[in-house]
């Protein structure tokens, strides 16, 4: 369908052009050049006075108690598999489960005579087209047509889903197994802050917001069964990130969204276009979606087996890539400046100098605004936006004291009601504190504060340990997921990312996609250690 479409033949066309004097083109010559260059500077560190001093220090520490307990899975991970509680949120969902799986499985004949089961059962056994599909409209809707409740609804019906797949399927079950136990602590406390919220009523949705995420991570780990069924997931989101990557660029183009000096200091940014916003509500909340997918593109294109995929992935990075230089959103910026690193690192560390020069001798070669906006962050004292979030931290401060421990409940409606009661330092009622762990804290509690942190520390530690015991494809993926998390966690130092819930919804998509490929890393080394 794709090689017939209208839009892609000419693309197409060139790609296979390219692919077919690639090897005898000037091009292959310059690319093996290059390769070799960097060979011999490997080959140079390698036999190095500074690799000999890092391997040292590397052995050193491999046997370390301290190291270790940072790159190990720990005894509580192992006890939580063993627990009570596991059992019985497991047994929720898997009793119903059995019951009907051996009710169908009695008259399996019978309901196979249907072509409706027949047909169910056969779209089914590639449910990671169906989550990827979804995923592909949470991002491509536009603002003005989106109901956040739609987020709410995708999560059930996906999970509906996935227990129908459980009746009809021989092998299929809910993954628990593949949910670290600090991610039901975190929940739990998110449960306890609605229970205890100060205005119950307005809890409600920001509960299902967070119940959303939630069984989006659960999906994702339920309907990952092999390293194809997630690459699937993958490569179909970032279908959707190059669709509304090109649509922003489309607004850039044509001028369809003007300057807004809403969201931007006039005094500091002359000359800046209208900021780019897609499918999303502002700037800030499309530049945070797009440095949550960009790694994925590097993930595929090294996992990609073709020249031709290869080329394809890279012309699709690209919309997305310029896109997010358009938003204006200078927080995403050094988000994804994070994630480079983070990626590169992870990935082949010997290139990360280079990585950082190429990053510097590209600043000259940016557009006049984009660089403007760049020194607009030294600038600080200068900055209005900087200035505003200055003083929301003012008015939160006596109101984290007050509510330290236990958060004042769910949701930034509580936040915005509870905020006049204090002195305000800023010129209109805060919505929300423009830091996503103080508005957690501020919530939740210190319980939810915690809990929190405690797991985004164990899914990056998981993750790096994956990185360095993991097929190759996994490698790249869990480098990907990991540079991704850490360009959000950044940018969510000065941003409340989830207060726009399809942000958080795609924060949640991102640790499901990592919890995956976390679990089918253990469950190869696992295997692979019975066979010794």
Request: aromatic content about 14%; overall charge positive.
């Amino acid at each position: 369908m794709l090689h017939n479409s209208v839009l892609l033949k000419p693309i197409i066309f060139m790609i296979q052009v390219i692919n077919t004097s690639y090897e005898s083109s000037i091009l292959k010559k310059v690319v093996t050049s290059i390769i070799n260059f960097f060979r011999k500077l490997n080959h140079f560190y390698e036999n190095s006075f500074t690799a000999y001093i890092a391997k040292s220090i590397t052995g050193l520490l491999y046997n370390s108690a301290i190291i270790g307990f940072f790159t190990r899975k720990g005894k509580m991970a192992r006890w939580w598999e063993h627990s009570l509680a596991y059992r019985i949120i497991n047994g929720c969902f898997e009793v119903p489960s059995r019951i009907l799986k051996g009710f169908y499985q009695k008259y399996e004949a019978v309901f196979l005579e249907s072509a409706v089961i027949r047909a169910l059962k056969f779209l089914l056994q590639r449910l990671e087209c169906i989550v990827g599909l979804f995923l592909i409209v949470i991002l491509v809707v536009p603002h003005e047509r989106w109901n956040n409740i739609y987020n709410v609804a995708i999560a059930l019906f996906l999970v509906f889903l996935i227990f129908i797949n459980t009746i009809i399927q021989r092998y299929w079950m809910f993954n628990f197994k593949a949910l670290d136990y600090t991610l039901i602590l975190f929940m739990t406390a998110v449960v306890v802050s609605f229970a205890t919220s100060m205005n119950i009523s307005s809890s409600i949705k920001y509960l299902l917001f967070y119940v959303a995420g939630f069984l989006f991570v659960l999906v994702i780990v339920s309907t990952v069964k092999n390293e194809n069924s997630l690459q699937t997931i993958i490569e179909m989101m970032l279908f959707g990130i190059t669709v509304i990557g090109s649509y922003g660029l489309w607004q850039s183009i044509s001028g369809a969204v003007v300057f807004d000096p809403s969201l931007t200091d006039v005094g500091m940014n002359q000359g800046m276009p209208g900021r780019i916003y897609a499918t999303m509500s502002n700037p800030n909340n499309f530049g945070e979606i797009l440095i949550m997918a960009l790694p994925f593109y590097v993930s595929v294109i090294l996992n990609s087996k073709t020249f031709f995929k290869k080329v394809v992935y890279i012309v699709m990075a690209l919309p997305p890539l310029v896109a997010l230089f358009n938003t204006g959103s200078r927080s995403s910026w050094i988000g994804f400046a994070v994630s480079v690193i983070v990626i590169t690192f992870l990935i082949n560390k010997r290139l990360l100098p280079f990585i950082l020069l190429g990053g510097v001798m590209m600043i000259p070669f940016l557009p006049q605004y984009v660089y403007n906006r760049i020194l607009t962050i030294f600038r600080a004292s200068q900055d209005t936006s900087a200035q505003t979030r200055i003083k929301i931290l003012q008015t939160v401060k006596p109101m984290l004291k007050t509510y330290m421990v236990s958060g004042v409940g769910l949701g930034s409606d509580i936040f915005r009601q509870l905020i006049q009661n204090y002195k305000l330092y800023t010129k209109a009622v805060p919505p929300h504190t423009h830091i996503l762990y103080l508005q957690i804290w501020i919530e939740i509690g210190l319980a939810g504060f915690a809990t929190f942190i405690w797991y985004i520390y164990r899914t990056i530690k998981n993750s790096v340990i994956g990185v360095y015991n993991s097929t190759p494809t996994l490698k790249t993926i869990l480098a990907a997921g990991t540079a991704a998390l850490s360009g959000i966690l950044v940018t969510s130092l000065v941003e409340y990312s989830w207060y726009y819930p399809r942000v958080m919804v795609m924060f949640w998509v991102l640790l499901g996609i990592i919890a995956s490929a976390i679990s089918l890393a253990e469950l190869k080394n696992r295997k692979l250690s019975e066979m010794d």
